[in-house]
Nanobody
Framework: QVRLVESGGGLVQAGGSLRLSCAAS????????MGWYRQAPGKQRELVAL???????NYADSVKGRLTISRDNAKNTVYLQMNSLKPEDTAVYYC?????????????WGQGTQVTVSS
């Protein structure tokens, strides 16, 4: 099993910055993709950014140029640097990974961290 623990959410004014972190722990796993999704009130969960173990990155169009994903494979940790935040970035941000565990590949989610951007 893999456990994802997020940190770094909070309240910030529009134009400000936040940095989210997510560390994966457990045993007997190898992480493939790792990244972030978000869910705003009344909306579906959506992809924010995803990074593979090889470093390929995919961003949602709405965050390109403002949010940057990075990853420390040795620490099984993924980061999301969020700059020039907008009120529409307000959401619960969920860490995500897919990992090879014995005999299969599974998806895992963190508990979520609230990001609130005030206007």
């Amino acid at each position: 099993q893999v456990r994802l623990v997020e940190s770094g959410g909070g309240l910030v004014q529009a134009g400000g910055s936040l940095r989210l972190s997510c560390a994966a722990s457990g045993s007997g796993f190898s992480i493939n993709g790792m990244g972030w999704y978000r869910q705003a009130p009344g909306k579906q969960r959506e992809l924010v950014a995803l990074i593979t173990s090889g470093g390929s990155i995919n961003y949602a169009d709405s965050v390109k140029g403002r949010l940057t994903i990075s990853r420390d494979n040795a620490k099984n940790t993924v980061y999301l640097q969020m700059n020039s935040l907008k009120p529409e970035d307000t959401a619960v941000y969920y860490c995500y990974c897919n990992a090879k565990v014995p005999w299969t590949v599974r998806e895992y989610w963190g508990q979520g961290t609230q990001v609130t951007v005030s206007s």
